[in-house]
């Protein structure tokens, strides 16, 4: 019944192609997968990631062409964080600079210095100087020694924070540690990767979605019989939780906790390379089997998209 720690995040964007730029581009992310929205089609749902698309490096993207601009706020996930060497961070300051995302520092956070940097559709992206021993990978843009290791925490803002700490503890199994009236929800041994943090954002206005805003966050378990003691957990707890859903490269519950943000437990297999090899992942379009009838369809009306030096889609 582990809560292994964070699988992915799901945002909207308004562009492909700049968010792929930036992304793939300026961070150096490896895309991962290129498929449509299970409830959309004629939209793209892109996935980045780390070399081999492992849980815990999965940011995602629903693209909505010409959508509405979110406001960030309660309750929402407002800061998305990823876990960067701690000799790394000039580097990641001079390539964001040169690259005309200016980050700023943020602080340090439990011990740890922060930078923020906003996306093409003003989302906060922060990089994170942590002592991270997941692998490093060489991309296409950005040496190893300084690649993005994956995630490291999902800052949640909500107005009142006691009940959301109550699920991310009592039922999900997560400890509580604070750093001033930032509180971290840790999973497992809560290395980078496993970290939830709550703010309580008073009165401030509430959030709104859109372009530029968290959908999701999702939570690993290992399989889909975990998932399944999860989805009857949540329900006796009162929380109303989704059917299982399948998601081609996870299966996944849903359930909003009670202070508003949309929780995800999403299963580790089967996997990114389910349906093209680990060595050419994200190289072409990938349909649900609902949908493959209707590729040329598709084709026609979705936006092409070039990974910097890479294939065009679609």
Not at 228 to 245: I, N, R
Request: charged share 25%; hydrophobic share 35%.
């Amino acid at each position: 019944m582990s809560i292994l720690g964070i699988h992915h995040v799901t945002a909207i964007c308004s562009d492909a192609q700049k968010n792929v730029d930036f992304y793939a581009g300026v961070l150096g992310l490896r895309l991962v997968k290129v498929t449509v929205n299970f409830d959309d089609p004629q939209s793209y749902h892109l996935y980045y990631g780390d070399y081999r698309a492992s849980p815990g490096s999965l940011m995602t993207f629903f693209v909505w062409p010409g959508g509405y601009r979110g406001r960030i706020g309660a309750p929402q996930a407002t800061h998305t964080a990823y876990s960067i060497p701690h000799a790394s961070i000039g580097f990641w300051q001079k390539r964001l600079a040169d690259a005309g995302h200016a980050c700023e520092e943020a602080g340090v956070r439990f011990g740890e210095p922060v930078f923020r940097v906003l996306d093409p559709d003003g989302m906060n992206i922060e990089l994170i100087g942590a002592a991270d021993t997941r692998p490093a990978w060489q991309s296409p843009t950005v040496p190893a020694e300084h690649s993005v290791r994956g995630f490291d925490s999902v800052t949640l803002g909500v107005r009142g924070i006691d009940k959301t700490l109550d699920v991310l503890t009592r039922i999900m199994g997560g400890s509580s540690g604070n750093d001033g009236d930032r509180r971290r929800i840790a999973f497992g041994d809560g290395a980078s990767g496993k970290r939830v943090d709550l703010i309580e954002t008073g009165a401030e206005r509430a959030g709104s979605q859109g372009t530029g805003i968290v959908h999701h966050v999702a939570f690993r378990v290992a399989d889909s019989q975990v998932e399944l003691d999860w989805q009857k957990k949540l329900a006796d707890e009162g929380l109303h939780v989704s059917p299982v859903m399948e998601r081609n490269y996870f299966r996944s519950i849903y359930y909003r906790e009670p202070g508003g943000v949309l929780f995800e437990i999403a299963t580790d297999p089967p996997g990114m390379a389910i349906d093209e090899p680990l060595e050419s992942l994200g190289t072409t379009l990938r349909l649900p089997e609902q949908y493959e009838k209707h590729r040329e369809e598709l084709r026609a009306v979705l936006p092409k998209i070039s990974l910097p030096g890479g294939p065009t889609f679609p």
